[in-house]
């Protein structure tokens, strides 16, 4: 799977569950709670000031190395 701005998060952490503290670590930590689960990663770095094209490396590179 390759991660962009557009997946949704929910679908990543059905596949992988060990990118959750990439997750936690930008603030976002409801991650059972159904709206955060149906938002993109470019929605949730918007509502946390965190750089989208930064996570979306970050995540890429975390399940490539797997």
């Known amino acids: 799977m390759e991660i962009t701005k557009d997946t949704i998060i929910g ?3 059905d596949i992988d569950s060990s990118t959750a ?3 936690l670590e930008m603030g976002m930590h409801c991650l059972g709670c159904p709206a ?3 938002e993109s990663i470019e929605q ?3 509502v946390h000031g965190v750089n989208a094209d930064e996570l979306v490396s970050k ?3 975390h399940i490539q190395g797997k």
């Open 21 to 23: 503290p990439f997750f």
């Open 36 to 38: 955060s689960r149906g």
């Open 11 to 13: 679908d990543i952490l």
């Open 59 to 61: 995540l890429n590179a």
């Open 44 to 46: 949730a770095c918007m």
